[in-house]
């Protein structure tokens, strides 16, 4: 393919994300709504404009780390650890329960199957897609709503990422049950030495650019530096520890969230982020929807995997939400936030399919749930948040 055909994709799709996300904003919806529309607009699905290829998967991959770095550094690190044990039992309960109703889901459409077989491998795995939260549709959202650092933001993006946590974790134990060569403690030792090194390291790069912020107040080596930080945070996270590159950059956002400068960083993030990085990751999200297969027995498992997808991790995390003291409308708000699907769910299928586990059929399935967790979340949001607003603080 000739290399300047990308310019042509990336025309269309940054001109089709700023439109769609001026119409979504007209009707009083989240920009990110249009972005996606969009994406599926111009694929493979509706007009056929745009391809994914690799070379946009990587810019997406850029456009979640840009997001997720810039929600690390306007995250209030005081809420942050104020909910941490809030936000880890709300994370566990977002976990079991979608990881039950998958597992049953599955079960009631094809049979249920004795312990230890392939067909019960199966079942379980896809408990294991629906455990996933992708929190960068619900961040953006929030930043819009100016919800984000107030104490439901960081309670949902810190259940998120312990989530993710736990998910991995989960999936590797299922595939360890099929594969001997997996091994669980393994990965549970890297993940507790990532933050191990995240907190001994973060400690170090905290005083170096506290030392270089007061040098040199708001110049544009902070920003650069910021940037270098968070692609490093979100390489070693993967390739080291095994944990998602989104999470690496979160950390490394969150390290620098005290600096007097934090700020400055963040406002430079979003230039990149805004202007392409940003629209390209959720056009990709319609972009790599292909309904074109489908059958009606798979759309009708595809309509029964979506719904329940949405409704155990509203179940699950607001009533643990509700048990962890807060009222039922933030509960609400948090099991809403908490149901978003995306690129970790595409991981973890990405994988199923490598190992066997999940039919490649059912591959639309978890598409369809990424699209409708995508659009659903941030309208509803901005719906709860508009008929219950939070107090201050929150």
């Excluded at 974790?169 to 049950?177: D, F, Y």
């Excluded at 030495?193 to 973060?202: D, T």
């Excluded at 095994?242 to 230039?271: F, H, P, Q, W």
């Excluded at 982020?273 to 027995?297: C, E, Q, W």
Aim: aromatic share 10%; net charge positive.
């Amino acid at each position: 393919m000739e290399s300047y055909l990308v310019f042509k994709d990336l025309a269309i799709i940054v001109i089709f994300a700023k439109i769609f996300g001026i119409l979504a904003r007209k009707i009083k919806a989240p920009q990110v709504v249009g972005e996606i529309i969009a994406g599926l607009l111009i694929g493979p699905s509706l007009l056929g404009l745009v391809k994914q290829t690799d070379f946009l998967s990587q810019m997406a991959e850029i456009g979640v780390i840009l997001l997720m770095f810039s929600a690390g550094l306007e995250t209030n690190l005081h809420d942050l650890i104020k909910t941490g044990l809030k936000a880890t039992l709300i994370a566990c309960a977002g976990v079991f329960v979608p990881l039950a109703g998958g597992t049953i889901l599955y079960s009631c459409f094809y049979g249920f199957s004795a312990i230890g077989t392939m067909e019960f491998y199966k079942a379980l795995f896809i408990g294991v897609i629906l455990t996933a939260t992708s929190v960068s549709i619900t961040v953006q959202a929030l930043r819009e709503m100016g919800r984000l650092k107030g104490l439901i933001g960081t309670t949902i993006l810190s259940a998120a990422i312990i989530d993710d946590v736990i998910g991995i974790i989960v999936l590797t134990v299922v595939i360890g049950l099929k594969d001997a060569s997996s091994n669980a403690g393994t990965v549970v030792a890297k993940t507790g030495l990532f933050f191990v090194f995240s907190i001994a390291v973060g400690f170090l790069i905290y005083k170096l650019f506290k030392f270089v912020d007061s040098k040199y107040p708001h110049t544009r080596r902070i920003p650069i530096m910021g940037l270098a930080l968070c692609l490093a945070m979100a390489y070693i996270a993967e390739k080291y520890f095994g944990i998602a590159d989104i999470t690496g950059a979160y950390v490394a956002g969150i390290i620098l969230c005290n600096i007097r400068d934090s700020e400055y960083i963040a406002e430079k993030m979003d230039i990149n982020s805004y202007m392409l990085f940003g629209p390209i990751f959720f056009a990709s999200i319609g972009l790599k929807t292909d309904i074109s297969d489908l059958n009606v027995s798979v759309l009708v498992f595809a309509i029964a995997f979506v719904f329940v997808g949405l409704i155990c991790k509203i179940i699950g995390c607001g009533l643990m939400a509700k048990i962890c003291n807060f009222t039922w409308a933030d509960s609400l708000k948090i099991g809403v936030g908490m149901m978003t699907r995306g690129e970790v769910a595409l991981i973890v299928s990405q994988k199923g399919l490598a190992v066997g586990l999940l039919n490649p059929v059912y591959f639309t399935a978890v598409i369809l749930l990424i699209i409708a967790s995508s659009i659903l979340t941030p309208i509803i949001l901005k719906l709860l948040y508009v008929k219950h607003p939070p107090k201050e603080g929150l």
